[in-house]
């Protein structure tokens, strides 16, 4: 059977709407460029997440949070409250997180366009007292969420027997 | 000015789909009602912007992000109460308003539609660079706009039609990269990302899944 192209959206949409054809075949272009470069381009993404190959691992770090002395199980919480704890603290604790991704990435990809970018606006400010800062607004957050004081907090490893975590 | 009341369009097997006035008021009524129902359960769980003022910001790989990162406007907000507040409030009543407009078929509400689609770029970016979520899971605020753009209403069914292409490409594209990237055939892929997204729970609390 010979396919009837007249059917195809696309060209029902050029005989309706020229300009909503050429946005639309112009969507399309950016999508595919993004899509065989593996880059981004809001409003274009790549929905590729969690496509990698994911193996278990044998160790995996823990943050541990210690309040009157006991360790607080986390399963008491919603998934939101959890994800705002765990991931506020990678971003914490990751102090030079932006400055490499600065210098690795998005540098020398912008030169090769030839557009300078201003570094300021990328990296945080990394001084002693501006990380304290940093951590004691997402003590705080953490406070609010768990609705008790904290003691102490850290990051320890855990084994995975392939069916419990034990403490290293 | 609104001489099409309805819109015909039969496809190969004869069937007539038909798209009037009623069926974009319904569709539009639909998307505020749905944009105020998230609303309510992002306030009930702390999602607001105001409500995490953010005191850290993360870079990702996103070309136009850095672009929009050199105005600044992202160190503006850091540890900003009431900056925070004034973005939320404009994208929440930006919906409520644009449907106002819409039903007094006020030529306003095109390019409040055009307003929304920038502001919602710049809120979405302002959302994500703090680490709540990841933008691809704001798609929706970023393309509606697009939609409500449009007051003739064959080119709204036409919108409609592209969303939907776009829709099943999001889930299309998902598959193929899972192909590509090779975690369809490793045969550890879910334990491995249950493991990686569950372990504080896993560790602290609950002994088994």
């Given amino acids: 059977m010979r396919p009837n192209y007249k059917n195809l959206f696309l060209v029902k949409l050029y005989r309706k709407n020229r300009i909503i054809f050429y946005l639309a075949s112009l969507m399309l272009v950016c999508q595919l460029i993004v899509s065989f470069t593996k880059g981004v381009f809001t409003p274009f993404y790549n929905y590729g997440m969690y496509s990698s190959v994911i193996k278990i691992k044998e160790e995996y770090p823990i943050l541990e949070i210690y309040s009157d002395g006991k360790l607080i199980d986390y399963t008491g919480y919603t998934i ?5 704890i765990i991931n506020g603290y990678e971003h914490v604790a990751n102090t030079n997180f932006n400055g490499d991704f600065f210098d690795n990435r998005i540098n020398p990809l912008m030169s090769l ?14 001084t002693p007292s501006e990380q304290n800062k940093r951590m004691k607004a997402w003590k705080n957050m953490t406070e609010h969420i768990l609705k008790t004081k904290i003691d102490s907090f850290g990051i320890k490893n855990y084994k995975w ?3 419990l975590f034990t403490r290293m | 000015m609104e001489r099409e009341i309805i819109y015909k369009n039969v ?4 069937i007539l789909n038909a798209f009037s006035e009623t069926d974009q008021k319904r569709y539009i009524l639909f998307f505020i009602l749905l944009f105020y129902i998230l609303a309510i359960c992002k306030f009930a769980n702390e999602m607001w912007l105001f409500q995490n003022p953010p005191f850290a910001f993360r870079l990702y790989f996103d070309v136009s992000l850095w672009f929009f990162l050199q105005t600044g406007i992202h160190q503006i907000i850091l540890d900003n109460h009431s900056v925070c507040l004034l973005f939320d409030a404009v994208f929440y009543t930006l919906p409520v308003l644009y449907y106002f407009t819409f039903l007094r078929k006020s030529k306003f509400s ?6 929304m689609l920038v502001f919602n770029c ?4 302002l959302y994500t660079v703090y680490p709540i979520t990841s933008t691809e899971s704001q798609i929706a605020w970023l393309f509606t706009p697009l939609l409500l753009m449009n007051r003739r209403i ?3 069914h036409l919108w409609m039609q592209i969303l939907r292409y776009i829709f099943i490409f999001f889930f299309f594209s998902a598959g193929v990269w899972k192909i590509v990237q090779g975690g369809l055939w490793e045969t550890e892929e879910m334990s491995g990302i249950l493991l990686q997204q569950h372990k504080e729970l896993l560790a602290t609390g609950a002994n088994n899944w």
């Fill in chain 1, 80 to 84: 939101y409250e959890y994800d705002r």
């Fill in chain 1, 113 to 126: 366009l030839g557009i300078q970018l201003t570094g300021d606006r990328f990296v945080m400010n990394n």
């Fill in chain 1, 161 to 163: 027997n392939g069916k």
């Fill in chain 2, 11 to 14: 496809n190969k097997k004869g």
């Fill in chain 2, 110 to 115: 095109i390019w409040l539609a055009a307003f």
């Fill in chain 2, 122 to 125: 710049v809120y979405v970016w």
């Fill in chain 2, 154 to 156: 064959q080119n709204f």
